[in-house]
C-alpha cells in the first residue's frame, strides 16, 4: 500500500510532551506534518513546569522534521491554534489529548478536583478546537480527534470527575461531527489504554511495559489522515488492537395496553421487560431516525390497537435470512443426497427457495405469554404440559422471498374443553410492509388442564380433512436422523421435551420426542416433490394433526392421496405402523405430478445416452491421435454429468495414462472433478458459456484444482470443432 503521508498538513498534538501525545507528534512529523507540539508540562496532576516539548522538537528536528514548542494550557486554546497560524500559517489537524488526573472517591472529590479536570479535558477541548473551527471551516478541511477513555464509557472507582469528563468528550465529538459535515471536518474519538504518566501507577508493570504508544499512534494517525473514512466514531485501541464502541437502543415499548389507558407505575413495571429486551437492539446514526422510531411506533400501536379491539393480541417480530432456511430445511431431512433437494439448501442455486413450511416458524412464538394468560382460572399452560396438537399455514400473497422480516399479530382464538386436556387454538397473522402475507393456526394441546365446562369445538378452528378411504395413489418414505430433534431445535423451538431426556421421561416418553412441525416438515417436502414439482412457491396451504409422537430416528412414511388441487395426507412411523399425522391436507395451486426420489440413498446412475457422449468420443480420438497434448496437461479429470440435478454419468479424461473413458478413473485419484448438466457441458465446449460465469452462477461446479480446470478449456472447445 502506498504510504500514508501528511505532507502540508499542520497538526497540534496537546499534551505531547510525552506518553501518547510525543508517539503522536512523533510518528505525524515523520510522515511530513508539521508539528505545534503542545505541553503545559509538570507532573500528573498538571502542577510544576517542564521542558518535555522541547525535547521532542528536538527529537523531530534530528530526524529531519519540522515541530515547534508550545507551552499554553489547553484552556487557552486559542493560543496553541496562533502558535500554529504564526509558525506554519495554517491548521489542519488537532489532537486533543492533554489531560490529567484528580482520582479521589465521591465523598472525598473536592470541587476544585471536579473543575480542574472538567476544564482540562472538556473546556481544553472546546477552546482548541473552536479556536481552528473557522479556519477548518473556509478551508473545507479539518481532522478532530478527542481522546476519551474507557473510564467514562464504563466507569471506574475513583474516577468521577474524569469519567464524567471523558464522556464529555463523546458528546461534544456526537455534536462536532455533525456540525462539521458539510465542511469536511471529521471528529473523532480516541479510546487509548497506554503506558504514559498517566497509567504508570494503576497497571501490572508487564502490561504496562507492553502498552506502547507507539501501538496506538498509527491508529490515531489514521484517524487524523485525509483518507480516513468515518467521523462521529468512538474507537478503542490498546497492544496493537482497535474496536469502535457505539450505543445501541432496545426496539422499546409503548407503556400501556390501550391507546385510552393511562401510563401508571404499574404499566411501566408490566412493559420493562420488553423495554429492557435488547435482543433486537439496533444503533441510530441520528437523532432524526431516533424520533422517526418513536413516530412509527406510536402509530403502528394506534393501528395494532384497532385490529385488537376483540383479541389481546401479542406483537413481535422476526427476522430470517439464507442461512436460516438452508439449517430449517437440514432439520426437516432436506439432504445433498437428493439432488432436488439442493435448492432449498444451497443460496447461490438459481432456484433457491424457502420450503413452505419454514414459514410456520414467525408464528411459532414461543415467548408469548398469551397462551399461559388466556388459560380458565385454576388451569395453567406451560412447557411441562403442552403438546403441539394441530398446525395450519395459509399463503394469502405472493410467496415469500428468501430472506426478509415480518411483523407477527399473535392471538388466542378459542380455549376448547375437551374432558381431560384443554386445546388453546392460536392464531398469528404474518405481515410485510403492513400487507399480510400468510396466516397460520396452531392447536396446543394442554395435558390435563381440560373440565372447566368451555366448549368442546370452536367455529374458528380449521379443520383437519378425512383421507379417502381408498389405498393411497403414493407413498414416500424417509428415515428421520437421531440427531433430528436436536438439529431442528436449532431453528428456534428450544423446547427440553425434544432434547432433554430427564424431561422427555418424566413427561410419559421413552425418549426425547421430534417436534411435531419437523415431522410435519418431512411430510409436506414429500407432497411437495410428488405432486408440487418441488416448488414451494405453488403451496397455499398445509393442515395437520399431530396424532402421536414421532421419536427420532424412525422412518416417516408419507401416504398421499389426490383429489383435484388437494393432496391429502397421513404419515406413519413404519417401526409401529402408527399415523403420527392424521387428516392432513396439501392445498396446490395446481398438481404437477412428478417422480422427484427423495431417499437417503445415493441416486443411481444411468447409462442413457447423453449429447456430451459425442464431445467425449472426439476428445478421446484427439488425445489418441496427439498423446503429446495430452501429456503437456498430464492430469486426472473426472466429469459429472448430471440431469436435473442428479448425476447420469461419469467420463474420465485421464491425460496421464492417455485414456478417454466412460465411469471413474480406474486408478488414481482425479485432480480436478467437474459436475455440470449436460446442456451446459456442450454449452461450454462450443463457447457460448464462458467457464467463469457457469461457476459463478454455479452451473458448473469444480472441486480441487480450478487452474487445471481451465487448462483443459480448449481442449474440451476443440474437440467439439471436429
Ligand atoms: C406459543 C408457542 C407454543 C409452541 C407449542 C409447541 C411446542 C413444541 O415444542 C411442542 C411439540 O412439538 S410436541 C411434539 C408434537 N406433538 C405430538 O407429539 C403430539 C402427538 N399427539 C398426541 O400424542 C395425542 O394426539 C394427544 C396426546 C395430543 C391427544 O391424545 P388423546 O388425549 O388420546 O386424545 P383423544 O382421546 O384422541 O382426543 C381427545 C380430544 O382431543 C382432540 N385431539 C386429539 N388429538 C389432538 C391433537 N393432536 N390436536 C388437537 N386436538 C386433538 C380429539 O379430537 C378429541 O376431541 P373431540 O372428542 O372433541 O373430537
Known amino acids: 500500500m502506498e504510504q500514508l503521508r501528511f505532507d502540508g498538513r499542520v497538526a497540534v498534538v496537546t499534551g505531547a510532551g510525552g506518553g501518547l501525545g510525543k508517539a503522536y507528534a512523533l510518528l505525524l512529523a515523520s510522515r511530513g506534518a508539521k508539528v505545534v507540539v503542545n505541553d503545559l508540562g509538570g507532573g500528573r496532576d498538571g502542577s510544576g513546569k517542564s521542558t518535555f516539548a522541547d525535547a521532542v522538537v528536538q527529537e523531530i528536528k534530528s530526524k529531519g522534521g519540522e515541530a515547534v514548542a508550545d507551552y499554553n494550557s489547553v484552556v487557552d486554546g486559542q493560543k496553541i491554534i496562533k502558535t500554529a497560524i504564526d509558525n506554519f500559517g495554517r491548521v489542519d489537524i488537532i489532537i486533543n489529548n492533554a489531560g490529567i488526573l484528580r482520582d479521589k472517591s465521591f465523598p472525598k472529590m473536592s470541587e476544585q478536583d471536579w473543575d480542574l479536570i472538567q476544564a482540562v479535558h472538556v473546556k481544553g477541548a472546546f477552546k482548541t478546537t473552536q479556536a481552528a473551527w473557522e479556519i477548518f471551516r473556509k478551508q473545507k478541511y479539518g481532522r478532530v480527534i478527542m481522546t476519551s477513555s474507557n ?14 469528563a471523558k464522556m464529555g468528550l463523546v458528546g461534544l465529538m456526537n455534536t462536532l461531527a455533525i456540525e462539521g459535515e458539510k465542511y469536511n471536518i471529521k471528529v473523532n474519538t480516541i479510546v487509548p489504554t497506554a503506558a504514559s ?15 506502547k504508544p507507539e501501538l496506538i499512534a498509527p491508529v490515531v ?66 437523532i432524526a431516525e431516533v424520533t422517526v422510531e418513536l413516530v412509527q411506533k406510536l402509530q403502528e400501536f394506534e393501528e395494532r390497537s384497532k385490529l385488537d379491539s376483540t383479541n389481546e393480541a401479542y406483537w413481535s417480530t422476526y427476522n430470517y435470512n439464507a442461512k436460516d432456511l438452508a439449517l430449517y430445511a437440514l432439520g426437516v431431512g432436506a439432504s445433498v443426497v437428493n439432488a ?110 381440560g373440565g372447566f365446562g368451555g366448549p368442546r369445538n370452536s367455529s374458528k378452528a380449521v379443520n383437519v380433512a378425512a383421507a379417502p378411504k381408498r389405498a393411497p395413489d403414493a407413498v414416500l418414505e424417509q428415515k428421520t436422523s437421531e440427531d433430528q430433534a436436536a438439529l431442528y431445535r436449532l431453528s428456534g423451538d428450544l423446547n427440553p421435551l425434544h432434547i432433554d431426556p430427564n424431561v422427555a421421561t418424566s413427561a410419559g ?21 410428488k405432486y408440487g414439482g418441488n416448488d414451494a412457491s405453488l403451496v397455499k396451504a398445509v393442515k395437520a394433526r399431530f396424532a402421536k409422537p414421532v421419536l427420532p430416528g424412525q422412518i416417516l412414511a408419507t401416504e398421499m392421496w389426490v383429489e383435484g388441487t388437494r393432496v391429502h395426507f397421513q404419515t406413519r412411523t413404519k417401526e409401529t405402523g402408527n399415523v403420527v399425522i392424521s387428516g392432513a391436507f396439501v392445498d396446490l395451486k395446481k398438481v404437477v405430478k412428478g417422480d422427484t426420489a427423495v431417499s437417503s440413498a445415493p441416486s443411481q446412475q444411468s447409462s442413457s445416452s447423453l449429447k456430451s457422449d459425442g464431445l467425449f468420443a472426439k476428445i478421446d480420438e484427439q488425445v489418441k491421435a496427439n498423446p503429446s497434448l495430452a501429456k503437456s496437461i498430464g492430469a486426472i479429470y473426472l466429469y459429472n454429468i448430471t440431469q436435473n440435478g442428479k448425476t447420469v454419468k461419469q467420463w474420465t479424461l485421464d491425460l496421464k495414462a492417455g485414456s478417454v ?50 487448462k483443459l478449456q480448449p481442449l474440451l472447445k476443440s474437440g467439439s470443432k471436429l
Request: zero cysteines; charged letters at 20%; proline letters at 6%.
Open 509 to 529: 416418553h421413552q425418549k426425547p420426542i421430534l417436534h411435531g412441525l419437523a415431522s410435519l416438515g418431512f411430510s409436506v417436502r414429500h407432497v411437495l416433490a
Open 151 to 164: 473510564a467514562g464509557l464504563f466507569g471506574n472507582f475513583g474516577q468521577a470527575n474524569y469519567s464524567a
Open 661 to 710: 473413458h466412460e465411469g471413474a478413473p480406474k486408478s488414481g485419484k482425479p485432480d480436478t472433478t467437474m459436475t455440470l448438466s449436460d446442456e451446459d457441458l456442450i454449452a461450454l465446449a462450443s463457447g457460448t458459456l464462458n467457464p467463469q460465469t457457469a461457476f459463478l452462477k454455479g452451473k458448473l461446479k469444480i472441486a480441487g484444482n480450478m487452474m487445471l480446470a481451465q
Open 221 to 286: 494517525a489514521y484517524m487524523a489522515h485525509e483518507s480516513f473514512p468515518d467521523t462521529g466514531s468512538v474507537v478503542d485501541s490498546t497492544l496493537g488492537f482497535a474496536t469502535k464502541t457505539h450505543l445501541v437502543r432496545s426496539e422499546g415499548a409503548v407503556l400501556k395496553k390501550k391507546p385510552a389507558d393511562p401510563v401508571t407505575i404499574e404499566s411501566v413495571k408490566e412493559a420493562w421487560p420488553q423495554v429492557v429486551n435488547m435482543n433486537n437492539a439496533k444503533h441510530k446514526e441520528k
Open 197 to 211: 504518566r498517566l497509567t504508570e501507577d494503576i497497571l501490572p508493570p508487564e502490561m504496562f511495559q507492553a502498552m
Open 340 to 449: 432436488s433437494d439442493l435448492k432449498f439448501l444451497y443460496e447461490s442455486h438459481e432456484d433457491f427457495s424457502a420450503l413452505p413450511t419454514f414459514f410456520i416458524l414467525p408464528g411459532m412464538v414461543m415467548e408469548s405469554p398469551i397462551v399461559g394468560k388466556s388459560m380458565p382460572p385454576g388451569k395453567h399452560a406451560d412447557f411441562t404440559n403442552i403438546l403441539h396438537g394441530e398446525q395450519y399455514i395459509e399463503f394469502v400473497s405472493d410467496f415469500p422471498g428468501t430472506e426478509g422480516e415480518f411483523t407477527i399479530r399473535n392471538y388466542v382464538v378459542d380455549i376448547l374443553d375437551k374432558g381431560s386436556s384443554a386445546v388453546a387454538i392460536v392464531n398469528s397473522e404474518i405481515f410485510q410492509n403492513k400487507s399480510l402475507v400468510f396466516r397460520t393456526q396452531q392447536h396446543i394441546f394442554v395435558l390435563g388442564q
